[in-house]
T-cell receptor, first 112, second 115 residues
């Protein structure tokens, strides 16, 4: 069964804090991993892809651990504008199936 | 402007009245998909299409139909809507999603209420 599990949240953090989200996936054959951001009642948008070597984009760092089947997202120096729901996404292909599975999301509120 | 459009954005209908939600993308993307989003359940894939005339079921296809006659359009059809299909629906497209997935570009969403 394809499953993606995320920290339930919500995370309420002060401005400037560092916050980390984790996500685990059940199918070891999964091949692509992403973090998407969704603002309230808006469409999800790609935040960053996640690579085996880890990757960084400004204040955001994503890591993939294939052995333990989890991915993480670290946000440093949190801004008010980072308040959103963060979705972990896993892509599994094979046996004629090319599906994307989304986690339920972790809500982040950055407080002044 | 590169975008995914959905229509209508809001729809209130009654049980059993057939409806179609349209989805169109102008980016020449091969992969298109439909999701529904419900509180506590997250985004769940309904159907996806790898290319024209190629469609496949996602995790929650029951009660829905799709077609992909043209590359840019991927309508979602509810032949006989029921109240449990009340949800927020998103269409998405990507350049190519096969062995590996490309960035998914989402439409603005359609909020459907079935009475």
């Amino acid at each position: 069964r394809k499953e993606v599990e995320q920290d339930p949240g919500p995370f309420n953090v002060p401005e400037g804090a560092t916050v980390a989200f984790n996500c685990t996936y059940s199918n070891s054959a999964s091949q692509s991993f992403f973090w998407y951001r969704q603002d309230c009642r808006k469409e999800p948008k790609l935040l960053m892809s996640v690579y085996s070597s880890g990757n960084e984009d400004g204040r955001f760092t994503a890591q993939l651990n294939r052995a333990s089947q989890y991915i993480s997202l670290l946000i440093r120096d949190s801004k008010l504008s980072d308040s959103a729901t963060y979705l972990c996404v896993v892509h599994l292909s094979g046996a004629g199936s090319y599906q994307l599975t989304f986690g339920k999301g972790t809500k982040l509120s950055v407080i002044p | 402007e590169a975008q995914v459009t959905q229509n209508p954005r809001y729809l209130i209908t009654v049980t059993g009245k057939k409806l179609t939600v349209t989805c169109s993308q102008n980016m020449n993307h091969e992969y298109m998909s439909w999701y529904r989003q419900d509180p506590g359940l997250g985004l769940r894939q309904i159907y996806y299409s790898m290319n024209v005339e190629v469609t496949d079921k996602g995790d929650v296809p029951e009660g829905y139909k799709v077609s992909r006659k043209e590359k840019r359009n991927f309508p979602l059809i509810l032949e006989s809507p029921s109240p449990n299909q009340t949800s927020l629906y998103f269409c998405a497209s990507s350049y190519r999603t096969g062995t590996f997935a490309d960035t998914q570009y989402f439409g603005p969403g359609t909020r459907l209420t079935v009475l």
